[in-house]
């Protein structure tokens, strides 16, 4: 049964087992419907390499772009730390959806922050526009077709959708959901989600009927119940079930989960590109102890850090790394080449990416209606 397998959104478990979310609550795998998405659009590299794993619906979005109708993406931030190449997996697809036509939701996750994460209210707000609404701004992120709130700092009918929410949700629900270990911010948190996630289909907001969120599998349980909210106000507000991606997460440096709480284990966007490099170096790999042991076993790229990056975000070309992946299988790749070719293109790419970032901070602060407490 499910209950025997909880997603926890607000804890630090490590998922491995992804076939595991087919089983249990329902998730597609992507692969069936990348031949459709095929036919409309080249798909995006994660898509591509597999890294996105999982859908719910993904067939009413390739439906809205095989038609040209309107879509929209529903995506949020967590203010808290640095933003890192982990939380970059989720705006490279936001920016690849907005290439295809689709109107944007951002959501800065400040009531969360504050209630549950429990981080002051001056930090997140500063930290939400200066470090994750700027680097957003920077990697590519349009500001046509873009709408950037705060969920303490909206509109009222956003607000009266978290309020009708509530009625037609138990405690025992959300307990089958959350677990038994609610307290009132996390039940605020859930039901502010939904609303988040359900408010671009309202006619207030460009009544969107189709409302895409690509999250990490961690924040499956809002997906989960903000559907059975969908249906459970269908016929009072014409609410629809959204559709939804799950993506991998990435290794940390250390070989184990990436933590905003551990900066050992990840690379930040605005971390020294000198620095970064020297962090890359010294992290875990799917090699073997020896040089000689590598050249007669070969390496394990499917557990490797330095592998992840390199196909996640710092090589573009499927044939290229397709080379490096196969090297490092034969044992022609050794790990301090490998290190060497991911530092370089990574320097470059941070060392680029900061001159686009100091101009993105003015930018940022003038497309966010900033909370006053």
């Keep these: 049964m499910a209950g025997e397998y909880r997603i926890d959104p607000w ?5 491995r087992e992804y076939e595991k979310l087919f089983k249990y609550f329902g998730m597609r795998p992507f692969k069936e419907v990348l031949p459709l998405l095929e036919e409309v659009a080249e798909p995006h590299r994660l898509m591509r390499r597999g890294v996105v794993f999982g859908h719910r619906d993904f067939e009413i979005v390739v439906d809205a772009i095989k038609k040209g109708k309107r879509f929209a993406i529903l995506t949020g931030l967590m203010p808290s730390g640095k933003m890192h190449f982990g939380h970059k997996m989720v705006i490279d697809q936001v920016i690849y959806y907005q290439s295809l036509g689709a109107e944007i939701f951002l959501a800065i996750a400040d009531a969360e922050a504050y209630a549950v994460r429990k981080i002051p209210r001056e930090e997140l707000i500063r930290t939400a526009i200066e470090e994750y609404v700027a680097n957003y701004l920077a990697l590519g992120l349009r500001p046509e077709r873009l709408h950037i709130y705060f969920q303490t700092n909206y509109r ?12 037609k949700v138990t405690l025992a629900e959300m307990e089958a959901i959350y677990g038994e270990d609610l307290e009132p911010a996390k039940i605020v948190s859930a039901l502010t989600q939904a609303a988040d996630i359900l408010h671009p289909q309202l006619p207030h907001f460009g ?9 990490g599998p961690d924040q499956d349980p809002h997906l989960r119940l903000t559907r059975d909210i969908a249906d459970r106000f269908r016929s009072e ?9 799950y993506h991998r997460f990435m290794t940390g440096l250390t070989g184990e989960k990436m933590s905003s709480s ?8 605005t971390d020294d590109p000198e620095e970064a490099g020297r962090k890359l170096m010294r992290s875990f790999t799917g090699g073997r102890p020896t040089a000689e042991e590598q050249r007669r076993l070969g390496g394990r790229p499917e557990i490797c850090p330095v592998y992840e990056m390199l196909a996640y975000h710092l090589v573009d070309d499927d044939a290229e790394l397709k080379r490096i992946y196969e090297d490092c299988k034969s044992g022609r790749l050794l790990c301090g080449q490998c290190k060497r070719y991911a530092r370089e293109k990574l320097v470059k790419f941070l060392e680029e990416h900061q001159r686009k970032l100091e101009a993105a901070k003015d930018l940022a602060y003038k497309l966010v209606d900033v909370p006053d407490f």
């Excluded at 009222?156 to 009625?167: A, D, H, M, N, P």
């Excluded at 009544?207 to 999250?215: I, Q, R, S, T, Y």
């Design 156 to 167: 009222k009918e956003y607000y009266r959708l978290i309020q009708l929410f509530s009625r």
């Design 11 to 15: 804890g630090s478990q490590v998922i």
């Design 207 to 215: 009544g969107f009927d189709v409302v895409l969120v690509p999250v």
């Design 262 to 269: 551990k900066p050992e284990s990840y690379i930040a966007l």
């Design 237 to 245: 507000l014409g609410l629809r079930r959204p559709a939804s991606t």
